[in-house]
């Protein structure tokens, strides 16, 4: 079992940034890849980011791409989200989540473990 907790959340003016982190117990993450998704209310989850296990092959999501980064510390078994430039729209509960394979996608049934999530609120 992995366990997963993200921090880093809170409240930002439009423009601003945040970084987020995911801490993970139980198993090391070096074998997993790791996503972050996010919720907005009445909205469906949705892909944010993923990096491959060893951090080298990372994706993102249209609305986030250049504003957005995804990175990894293997030795500290953390994931981190580093956000830029942040919107209005951004504004969201963010989750991180890790994929029992080297390499992950968009689709969240590809993720085996799940963070409770932090929220991320964008003033305008």
């Known amino acids: 079992q992995v366990q997963l907790v993200e921090s880093g959340g809170g409240l930002v003016q439009a423009g601003g940034s945040l970084r987020l982190s995911c801490a993970a117990s139980g198993r090391t993450l070096s074998s997993y890849a790791m996503g972050w998704f996010r919720q907005a209310p009445g909205k469906e989850r949705e892909f944010v980011a993923t990096?491959?296990?060893?951090?080298?092959?990372?994706s993102y999501a249209d609305s986030v791409k250049g504003r957005f980064t995804i990175s990894r510390d293997n030795a500290k078994n953390t994931v981190y989200l580093q956000m830029n430039t942040l919107k209005p729209e951004d504004t969201a509960v963010y989750y991180c989540a890790a994929a029992g394979t080297y390499y992950s996608g968009s689709y969240h049934g590809q993720y085996d473990y799940w963070g409770q999530g932090t929220q991320v609120t964008v003033s305008s």
């Open positions: 990096i491959s296990w060893s951090g080298r092959s990372t």
